[in-house]
C-alpha cells in the first residue's frame, strides 16, 4: 500500500502562507484521487479539498471554508501532492493530512483508502 509523508507545517501568523508537501512512495500518476484533510483539537476531521485526475479530465474541489484561499497541486512526476494555504486564519489551526481517496472522489473522511501522517499548522492572531 501507498505510504504518504507529508512535510512544510509549521507556525505562521494570521494573514501568513505555508505550503505542505506530501510525498508518495509509488506512482501517484494512475491515482485518480489525492486530497487534504484536516483535524483541531476536539473536532472531527474535515475534508479540505483534492485534486481529481480522471482519463480526459482534472481538476480540484475546495471546502468552502478555504476556497478562495488555498490551493491543491500535483506533480505527478515527482509522486508529490501539495497544499499551497495562503491568507491563514486562526481558525486553520489544525493537523493536516493528505490521503488518497477512493473514486468518485469526496472529501468525506470515510471514502479514504490511504492516510499520510499529519503535519500541524498553527496561525496565530
Known amino acids: 500500500q501507498v505510504q504518504l509523508v507529508p512535510s512544510g507545517g509549521g507556525s505562521v501568523q494570521a494573514g501568513g502562507s505555508l505550503r505542505l508537501s506530501c510525498a508518495a512512495s509509488?506512482?501517484?500518476?494512475?491515482?485518480?484521487?489525492l486530497g487534504w484533510f484536516r483535524q483541531a483539537p476536539g473536532k472531527e476531521r474535515e475534508g479540505v479539498g483534492y485534486h481529481y485526475n480522471y482519463i480526459g479530465s482534472g481538476g480540484t474541489v475546495y471546502a468552502n471554508s478555504v476556497k478562495g484561499r488555498f490551493t491543491i497541486s500535483r506533480d505527478d512526476a515527482k509522486n508529490t501532492l501539495y497544499l499551497q494555504m495562503n491568507s491563514l486564519k486562526p481558525e486553520d489551526t489544525a493537523m493536516y493530512y493528505c490521503?488518497?481517496?477512493?473514486?468518485?472522489?469526496?472529501?468525506?473522511?470515510?471514502?479514504?483508502?490511504?492516510w499520510g501522517q499529519g503535519t500541524q499548522v498553527t496561525v496565530s492572531s
Open positions: 490521503a488518497v481517496l477512493r473514486y468518485p472522489c469526496s472529501l468525506q473522511p470515510g471514502r479514504v483508502d490511504a
Open positions: 509509488g506512482s501517484t500518476a494512475g491515482t485518480r484521487c
